[in-house]
């Protein structure tokens, strides 16, 4: 989601090392010479009003296990609690854990294409009968959707305040790695394809609402201007500017193979724009956008509109500065230099809860070489999963 | 979310029995006896490109469980790979699994409050030994968000599909059990409060959007014309059609205590139209709507536009047919009775994945005593996280 920099804690990291690998989906591709299993993770828990009786709520589990064929394990917790784990024949694996301040915990592994019906039995006979053990004492009962872990299709992509989102991704088009990222761009069943760069949700075919925004939310008038979009390889900008008749568009895109995957998949975005790379107004560089940004700028080449779709921590095949603040500041510095008075340099922010890491870019607009003045608006991005902050900046 | 009826398996459950308990948010009431911690449930998975050598990876790892001090238990899984566990002295629980086919899961689970250093250092010393251990043979790293099990402020919210979405909730606002259903408001950091009945999320401060496509979006004339809203408890409809400047609006919401939460703690929803229950040109009757209907029906009397905001499975004081899906035929008929020629029934439907259920509305709509005409449109809310379907209905 091209945040960026982040001062928080990220608590995901994702990490695809997938050159020279079979595709993700490589079961459909025939070419992996194992068979591919996903551990479902089922969770069951109940929160209490008041510690509960460890061994008769224990006791009054036994049968069930019992039934299950699982070998129990009584752990030593050192007086943190009661735990019990059980192995099944099969390869299930079960932790019962009473925690003593009065939370009861139930986790339950098994294999993708164990029998779903005795596993589904299994928990709701231990609901009942938690639920009679514990009568009265009862503050919550959760049992979250299933976690699927190690699927060939990943559908966890987390938000970018770290928050866990399950999208229904059913399929992996398109993943390389090129020089410069991780990409991939995955089927949603609501959101179409969606291109996700080194694990960061991107854009997805649903995501009109995105371009809009790093438009002028449309309030601009296009027709005549110049125009330069900095990254946009996903063509969604290009495609909806050109339809409104700028005399000249020049996108700089670093990754050839963003664009490749892109004009492939994610037609619903792109239309038709990529398929060459030179237009009656429009032409796609594909090279690093500071260089050429520094070349504009000595050759005193201005712009109307300034659109920065890059990338969370730009790209640069040679950045100059250490501190991505910095390199953020250098990029901002020379979109305001080829901006021409009364133009206008649109740019996505972040996500609306990292207030700090917004107060920070905002810090940064406040330290540009020349002054500039600046509007925000908060976007709903339907594959994001949460609002969005978008900028518009000019000269003062 | 006010899904019909769902023919597929639910993966979810939430039971909340608050009813004399403490509210969620006890501990800022003091009036809990005992300490609420959650569990955090830490996951790390490797997904290897061929089945990895058990013991050398084993023996790789061991020196990183017992600096932390943590006894270990290995099981006997019956020929399904490699599975130990572990206990630290301060409650903390590990599970490392080496799947045979080429999977290695790790869980850690430990209580709020732990050293979170602590943990994050296990689980990087962990991740750093296994890259080291399992290089070149890697296919995906995986570390999930944190899991918070047993909160007192529940985040995790499913879809109307059945995937689990982690919200940004940090405080329980309001809490009761109605005589009709669960009603809790939860304060979303970027969605502002959210309703949320059973467990579906209904409606938060920042879904406007669900309220203009539930009204038309926007292409309707309310001005002069008669209302008919059918639930509508948050006042989100009444607030945006009272400003419409309609002859007038008769909306009847069965459940009282869903209006006076709403009052309360929606005020960006419902502004203050629910502060009185009858105003120039609105009055909400706290009744059961199908004997309304009924009456009105009777009475002859007719709307320009009737609108069904009710829950999924709509409440009844006394419903007449077993089947919701006839339950859900008796309202749509009621309605259309008394709904003018040339006047519009608008409702939501669903998710637009779950396209069984969408199905069997609309063939529902085929089977109505009065024949009808319909549209949808697929609309973005906000805090659905999901893409939501509206339908248009009217007389043939």
Known sequence: MNQPPQHFPCTTSEL??????????????GRRLYPIMAVLHYTLDFKLRAPADV????????????????????????????????????????????HSHGLVTFDLQCLEGDDVAQVDNLLNALEKKLKALLDGNIQRIKRLPVLIRGSDVDRYWPTADGRLMEYDIDEVVYE?????????????????????LNGDVNLAESDLPYTQAIMGSG??????????ILGGGDGGILHEAVKLKPKMITMVEIDELVIDGCRKHMRKTCGNVLDNLKGDCYEVLVQDC???????????????????????????????????????RLILDLSIRVLRPGGKYFTQGNCVN?????????????????????????V?????MELWVFYTIWKK
């Open 16 to 29: 695809e090392l997938s050159t020279d690998s079979p595709p993700a989906a490589s079961s459909r591709h």
């Open 55 to 98: 061994s008769a709520t224990v006791h009054g589990l036994q049968s069930i296990f019992q039934e299950q064929e699982m070998t129990e394990n009584v752990h030593n917790l050192y007086g943190h609690g009661y735990l019990a784990t059980f192995v099944g024949k099969n390869g299930r694996f079960a932790i019962l854990r009473m």
């Open 176 to 196: 390389k790695d090129s020089a410069y990222q991780n990409i991939k761009i995955l089927h949603s069943r609501q959101f179409g394809n969606i291109l996700i």
């Open 219 to 228: 309030k601009e008038h296009y027709a005549g201007k110049e125009v330069l």
């Open 290 to 328: 500071v260089p050429v940004l520094k070349k504009f700028a000595e050759q005193g080449r201005t712009f109307d509109y300034v659109i920065n779709d890059l990338t969370a921590v730009p790209i640069s095949t040679a950045p100059e500065e250490d501190s991505t603040w910095e390199f953020l």
């Open 354 to 378: 990292l207030t700090d890491a917004l107060r920070e870019y905002e810090k940064l607009l406040g330290r540009l070489s020349c002054k500039v003045d600046f509007s925000k608006e908060v």
């Open 380 to 384: 709903c991005v339907p594959s994001y």
